[in-house]
């Protein structure tokens, strides 16, 4: 019986530390970019003038930009955010899920998109404000000047791992079977 109850407080605490990264909030460390601006502003790792082809531009340039930081996108997933916004920024938008890192496409001469890192305290907060026109290097302007305003926003979300899920549920049922034979007795 001993035995039974020492391998069943094993195996839990083996799940629990396996399916860590699945509970934890992404964070990576300091702000390394040079656009840094005053709360809840987010901040920009990078931008560029990118072709209108849709989902795997958009992976590749981020992917460029935040290696350029020592950062990675693995564990996110790309998720659509919306199109046609129109305006030339951002305040507190609220996609209605967390996010780390989120591409904004803008219309104009230049068509540039913006790579966003939600980099506020603790781990981000999840709402998306852009600097205000004319800040560097957000380059909106009023028409024919500059872009015409925000024409799409993509997301980059945490993606728990299956396996890491399959873990944590056969721990916590592991922990359950232990709970109900104690009960029993």
Known sequence: MRKFKMLTMLCAAIMVFAAAPVLAIPTYGPNPSG????????????????????????????????????????????????????????????????????????????????????????????????????????????PPNGPYGISHVSFFVAVPEPYTLLLLGLGLGLVGVAGMRRFRK
């Open 35 to 142: 656009w840094t601006y005053a709360s809840p502003i987010d901040n920009i790792l990078g931008y560029e003038a990118l072709p209108n082809s849709g989902q795997a531009t958009e992976v590749a340039f981020a992917t460029d930009v935040v290696s350029h930081f020592g950062l990675s996108l693995a564990g996110l997933a790309w998720f659509d955010g919306g199109n046609a916004f129109g305006q030339t920024s951002l305040n507190l938008y609220d996609p209605g899920f967390p996010w780390v890192f989120a591409v904004i496409k803008v219309n104009g001469p230049n068509d540039y998109s913006y790579l966003i890192w939600d980099t506020q305290a603790a781990g981000g907060d999840d709402l998306l404000t852009t600097p205000l026109p004319g800040q560097t290097p957000w380059n909106m302007g009023v």
